[in-house]
């Protein structure tokens, strides 16, 4: 019963959030442009009238909330756009979330002490490194080594546009570098912790082999942590999706996003936002479900 | 009766790096120790935390390389071991880990963590899995019920059965008990020490028994070795180590023992200072800048273990 109320608790918060976020993100774009304000004699004058704001940003709401979606400025109909946008986006993102998993996983491992402490640090440092980099430069070698690979007749990569597969593989490389390199820094600790445990010594001293005590030991509960990690790269695949999809040309939900503001098509602009928001806070609540099943000690905590 | 376990002149120092001095320094953990442990014979290893004991069972277990000295398995030296001697040197010996909370993996459930060493070792073909878990849970007091159960559902005297039940699943010839009753409550104390001496009575296993309980190591012990600062500084049958302790060290450590009795007197011999770290081990006797009775060549001279009677040896000049 108690389960059932924190259930029912959790997602009243979440989609009450979500609305707040939607009305916040809709007043904004409700605001014409080049509105202003000054205080003359002590009285608040603006070029618009607040009220027409408001009234503006609830018409939009509601009409979202029927969703009747409308058209854009240049006369297409928005649910269109966001489908096909959409997409695009959810191939890129759930791909570049697939290859920054399994590529963090492995270099994770790869860059784990496994229990000896005087290994040396330099694997640790070529993981750190990347993180830093920016998105751009990513981006930018990623393109570099395309029309390299072009310029010698070899079109496995496309430097940028849409349309056939490879157009996205460079995307998908250049969005997933920097979260792999974030799970491979949290699987490289969960794995070294794991490795102090006393039943690891306990596998060794039965007579496990390396590879038996990596994969039934030490991964069974290092994934957990790993796990719980993925939540946090969310917001990073998110927030560079923007930089990737414009680069790359890439005619996803961002760019789309861009489009409209370039023309002042704020309503449209709110509409893709809020998709955009909606479309984190699913894919950060799928994570905490996923983190919740892999973890069985926490799932009642992360109901 | 067959000697088991062989240990000559066991070293090992962890080698530690200073930032501020590039001289290199070493932790002697175990320092030049050497003993032996005989068929259906228990060793108990006693002495204050940081004097080497757990380490030693690592270095017999080889989970750690020895830096130098040799371990024999029933006088095969451990250094002349092909990949399949390891094995069954892997067999032969198995741990009992001092925290029953810590020493089961979380994520299986008790039939794989008991199936694991019988499938490594080949113990029983695959059918007979179900009916040796059974067997082994039974040996260790537990019921069948318990086999898909996970380790958190069980409290800590149960968890340190299945510990057991582990360790004896292999038909091992020694278990090295690294603390294995110090984090139970005193109920469940007894209880595994006598499943541990009704394990050897009947499979006719050799213990190591590491403890800091002086009263554990007397009730399960044949023979005892006083650890201080990587060095045995006592070795001998327990009732000859107890009773007639030679080294300063050790009568300490007895006289630091409770009585149960209100009217015995206390003569509790406290030991000035406190134990002096690995890395400067002082010159001379380890013990003389905490023994009362120190004199002049316990500052110079390193004491070795000599005869005090029979089997009982102590490392100290004023014997």
Excluded at chain 1, 112 to 123: I, L, P, R, Y
Excluded at chain 2, 279 to 299: L, Q, S, T, V
Aim: net charge positive; with cysteine.
């Amino acid at each position: 019963m108690i389960t059932h109320r924190n259930i029912i608790r959790k997602i009243f918060s979440r989609v009450l959030v979500l609305f707040a976020f939607t009305y916040i993100s809709i007043f904004i774009f409700s605001i014409p442009q080049g509105y202003s304000w000054k205080i003359i004699d002590g009285r608040f004058v603006s070029t618009y009238p607040l009220y027409m704001i408001v009234k503006r940003c609830n018409n939009i709401f509601i009409s979202l909330l029927e969703l009747n979606l409308g058209h854009s400025m240049m006369g297409k109909a928005l649910n269109e756009i966001l489908f096909t946008s959409f997409k695009r986006t959810a191939l890129l993102i759930s791909s570049s979330i697939v290859l920054a998993f399994v590529l963090g996983v492995f270099k994770g491992i790869s860059d784990s002490n496994k229990g000896n402490k005087n290994c040396a640090s330099t694997k640790v440092l070529i993981s750190v490194i990347p993180i830093s980099i920016p998105d751009v430069l990513i981006a930018a070698i990623m393109q570099s080594f395309a029309i390299w690979l072009n310029k010698k007749d070899i079109y496995m990569f496309r430097v940028a546009g849409t349309g056939t597969l490879a157009h996205s593989f460079l995307p998908i490389i250049a969005l997933s570098i920097l979260p792999a390199f974030y799970i491979a820094r949290i699987t490289s600790l969960a794995v070294n912790d794991c490795y102090k445990k006393a039943y690891v010594l306990t596998a060794l001293g039965k007579g496990c082999s390396s590879a038996r005590i990596l994969w039934n030991h030490v991964m069974r509960n290092a994934i957990r942590g790993i796990v719980e990690g993925l939540p946090s790269i969310t917001s990073i695949i998110i927030s560079n999706t923007l930089i990737v999809e414009y680069m790359f040309s890439y005619p996803g939900l961002t760019t789309s996003l861009m489009n409209h503001i370039t023309m002042g098509d704020g309503r449209s602009s709110a509409i893709i936002i809020v998709f955009i928001g909606s479309f984190y806070f699913i894919l950060n609540g799928l994570f905490h479900v996923v983190s919740a099943v892999v973890n069985k000690s926490n799932r009642r905590e992360a109901i | 009766m067959n000697e088991i376990i062989k240990v000559l002149n066991l070293k090992k120092y962890f080698e530690i790096h200073d930032v501020k001095n590039s001289e290199k320094k070493y932790v002697k953990a175990v320092d030049g120790i050497s003993f032996s442990i005989n068929e259906g014979e228990t060793l108990g290893l006693v002495g204050e935390s940081g004097s080497g004991k757990t380490t030693t069972g690592k270095l017999i277990l080889n989970l750690i390389k020895p830096t130098s000295g040799d371990i024999f398995l029933e006088g095969k030296s451990l250094k002349s071991f092909n990949k399949k001697n390891m094995k069954k040197f892997r067999k032969d010996i198995q741990v009992v880990f001092q925290n029953p909370y810590a020493a089961l993996d979380p994520k299986m459930t008790i039939r794989d963590i008991l199936i694991e060493p019988l499938s490594i070792h080949k113990i029983v073909s695959k059918y007979e899995y179900n009916n040796e878990v059974r067997r082994l849970l039974s040996i260790v007091g537990l019921s069948e019920k318990d086999m898909n159960k996970f380790p958190h559902e069980f409290s800590g005297g149960q968890r340190q059965r299945i510990g057991i039940a582990k360790a004896i699943a292999v038909r091992p010839k020694f278990i090295i008990c690294d603390e294995p009753v110090s984090a139970l409550d005193v109920s469940v104390q007894s209880q595994i020490l006598n499943l541990l001496c009704d394990l050897q009575r009947d499979l006719k296993i050799s213990y190591l028994f590491i403890a800091h309980g002086l009263n554990v190591i007397r009730h399960v012990s044949d023979k005892v070795a006083v650890m201080y600062l990587g060095k045995i500084v006592e070795y001998g049958d327990t009732k000859s180590v107890f009773d007639d302790c030679a080294h300063p060290y050790t009568k300490a450590l007895v006289s630091s023992a409770p009585i149960p009795d209100p009217k015995r007197k206390n003569n509790n011999i406290v030991l000035k200072g406190e134990i002096p770290s690995p890395i400067n081990i002082p010159e001379g006797c380890p013990f003389h800048p905490r023994c009362k009775d120190a004199i002049e060549i316990c500052k110079n001279k390193k004491p070795f273990l000599r005869k005090v009677t029979g089997d009982h040896m102590a490392a100290c000049h004023l014997i």
